[in-house]
C-alpha cells in the first residue's frame, strides 16, 4: 500500500508570496493532519481535516487555512508569507478520526524556505 | 495547556547497550502514547504505541507507561548505530489531536 505523499518536495517563495501544498493520504485513511517543523520548535499542530471538515486547529495565525476533499487529499495555503514560515511541512493520515487508538503515518515532508 | 516534555539530549550510548528515553505529560486524560523516530532530514517514522499501564514490547524495543506517573519511556535493547536518530514521544486526549514533544538525540556509538 502506497504511504503518504507529498508535493512538492521543496519550495523557495518571497516574503507576502502565498504557497500551497498538497497531500495524499494512505488508500482508505480519512484523516489528514498538518504539521510545522522547526529546529528550535519542534513539531507543531496545525490542523486537521476528516471529511472534508476541520476537526482540530492549532495556534496558528489564519493566514495558515487548508481543506480536504472528497477523495480525503488535502491542501494547505499559508498566504502573506513570513520568514519565520520557513519550516519542513509535515502531513499525517490515520485511518479515522474520533476515536483514541489511531497512529498517525508520515509523508515526506514539503521543505518551505522564504526568502 | 497540554505539554509533553521530552529531554532534549544528546543522548549517547555504546552499541550494545540499553538506550533508555523518557517523556512526560501534563494531562491526566492522556489515552494514547506513541514514539516515532525520526533521521536527520527525513519524516518522523511510527516505532510503536501503548495505550495501558505496563510494559509493551516489539523486538528490541520495549515501551512502559506509567499512568499515575505520567510517564512513558522507551527502552532500545542491543543498541546499533542504525538507531542513532532523534525520537518523538506524542500523547493523544480525546480526538486525534497529537501533542508532540520536542524529541531526544539518540547517538549510539560503534
Known amino acids: 500500500k502506497a504511504g503518504v505523499t507529498q508535493t512538492p518536495r521543496y519550495l523557495i517563495k518571497t516574503r507576502g508570496q502565498q504557497v500551497t501544498l498538497s497531500c495524499s493520504p494512505i488508500?482508505?485513511?480519512?484523516?489528514v493532519s498538518w504539521y510545522q517543523q522547526t529546529p528550535g520548535q519542534g513539531l507543531q499542530f496545525l490542523f486537521e481535516?476528516?471529511?472534508?471538515?476541520?476537526?482540530n486547529k492549532g495556534n496558528f495565525p489564519g493566514r495558515f487555512s487548508g481543506r480536504q476533499f472528497s477523495n480525503s487529499r488535502s491542501e494547505m495555503n499559508v498566504s502573506t508569507l513570513e520568514l519565520g514560515d520557513s519550516a519542513l511541512y509535515l502531513c499525517?493520515?490515520?485511518?479515522?478520526?474520533?476515536?483514541?487508538?489511531?497512529?498517525?503515518?508520515f509523508g515526506p515532508g514539503t521543505r518551505l524556505t522564504v526568502l | 495547556q497540554k505539554e509533553v516534555e521530552q529531554n532534549s539530549g544528546p543522548l549517547s550510548v555504546p552499541e550494545g547497550a540499553i538506550a533508555s528515553l523518557n517523556c512526560t505529560y501534563s494531562?491526566?486524560?492522556?489515552?494514547?502514547f506513541f514514539w516515532y523516530r525520526q533521521y536527520s532530514g527525513k519524516s518522523p517514522e511510527l516505532i510503536m504505541f501503548?495505550?495501558?499501564?505496563g510494559d509493551k514490547e516489539d523486538g528490541r524495543f520495549t515501551a512502559q507507561l506509567n499512568k499515575a506517573s505520567q510517564y512513558v519511556s522507551l527502552l532500545i535493547r542491543d543498541s546499533q548505530p542504525s538507531d542513532s536518530a532523534t525520537y518523538l514521544c506524542?500523547?493523544?486526549?480525546?480526538?486525534?489531536?497529537?501533542?508532540f514533544g520536542t524529541g531526544t538525540s539518540l547517538t549510539v556509538i560503534p
Open positions: 499525517a493520515s490515520s485511518l479515522e478520526a474520533g476515536g483514541n487508538y489511531n497512529e498517525q503515518f
Open positions: 488508500s482508505g485513511h480519512r484523516s
Open positions: 481535516y476528516f471529511s472534508e471538515t476541520q476537526r
Open positions: 494531562d491526566r486524560g492522556s489515552q494514547s
Open positions: 501503548i495505550y495501558s499501564n
Open positions: 506524542a500523547v493523544t486526549y480525546r480526538g486525534n489531536q497529537f501533542y
